[in-house]
């Protein structure tokens, strides 16, 4: 894999992003809401900027047009992305300003991201990477899950719940602020070789019932991926230039979509939430497969090389 890590590349900038961090090290119960710095903003799109190639753009701007002016018309919106790396959110922000028209730059000061606790918590370098971008911070399931001692997770049970609460109470404020919510549904990065990390969250389900329209988004390319010499060092990702092309899909009404998929499940004795969950993760696997021989194209054309991610 090609690329040079975050340290090697930016090294040179975490001076000045520690120095105008602003987010909290710790979260609870009263800090769950974070608004954008934008001072950090600035070194996140000269990052975007640098590490996209020629041929990397949006697709779909008419449709991010649809769903700006529905949630100006008092929709409640979710747009639900794929998640490859952590320089997506700094991808889609300067993709959606760049090409989506008017619409695309309000959308994307107003969104509002779903992140979880570790960016603000595990290293400094990493909160003043997030904070660039408005947020709304949840204790994330699968960070509960995997805590072993009983007593231990007792009180992180207890935790979660505190904050999980604050950040529903969080995003119904912003719901009625008209401002839309971005969540990454499959609620981590994807690891190539493991596809359970392309399967969605069975919280989605909820996300469902709380909105009125989604906006879907697939990402064909990713600059920043996870160095497998080292997979738990975020500082240690490595960037790779690459010619992204996002695609947007036709607005999805939540209601309709969830009832006509629970209306085929009468007699299933499973999980519902999850099958639900699983279309949603279907259809962005189809906006995907659509863009993707438009990405290799276009690589090839910056590069003269087949592309080498994996997705």
């Known amino acids: ?75 409640r919106g979710l747009i639900l992305c794929e998640h490859y790396g952590n320089m997506d959110l700094p991808v889609i922000y300067y993709l959606l300003a760049r090409d989506g028209g008017e619409e695309g730059k309000i959308l994307a000061d107003e969104m509002v991201a779903i992140a979880g606790m570790k960016l603000n918590e595990e290293n400094p370098m990493v909160r003043s990477w997030a904070e660039a971008f408005t947020r709304i911070v949840i204790y994330p399931s699968r960070s509960l899950a995997a805590i072993q001692d009983p007593e231990e997770k007792a009180a992180e049970e207890e935790k979660s719940r505190h904050i999980n609460m604050a950040a529903m109470r969080a995003m119904d404020n912003v719901k009625k602020q008209g401002r839309p919510i971005l969540v990454f549904p499959a609620g981590t990065r994807y ?14 389900d909820s996300y469902l019932r709380l909105f009125d329209i989604m906006l879907l988004i697939s990402e064909n390319g990713n600059v920043l991926r996870i160095n497998p010499e080292t ?12 010619t992204v092309i996002l695609g947007a899909g036709p607005i999805i009404e939540c209601k309709k979509f969830r009832n006509d998929i629970l209306a085929t499940l009468e007699d299933y004795d499973g999980d519902k939430k999850m099958v639900v969950v699983s279309k949603v993760m279907d259809e962005l696997q189809k906006l995907h497969d659509k863009y993707r021989p438009m990405y290799e194209k276009a690589f090839k054309d910056a590069t003269g090389e087949e592309p080498d991610v994996e997705q």
């Open 191 to 204: 690891r190539p070789g493991k596809p359970e990390t392309k399967m969605g969250v069975r919280e989605m």
């Open 1 to 75: 894999m090609r690329g040079k890590t975050i340290r090697d590349k930016y090294g040179y900038m975490f001076k000045d992003l520690l120095a105008l961090g602003k987010a909290a090290d710790v979260i609870d119960a009263t800090n769950v809401y974070q608004e954008s710095n934008r001072e950090t903003l600035k070194f996140l799109n000269k990052m975007a900027e640098e590490n996209l190639l020629p041929g990397a753009h949006l697709e779909g701007a008419e449709y991010v047009k649809d769903f700006f002016n529905q949630i100006k018309n008092g929709k």
């Open 231 to 242: 997979p738990n060092d975020m500082i240690s990702d490595l960037f790779c230039e690459d």
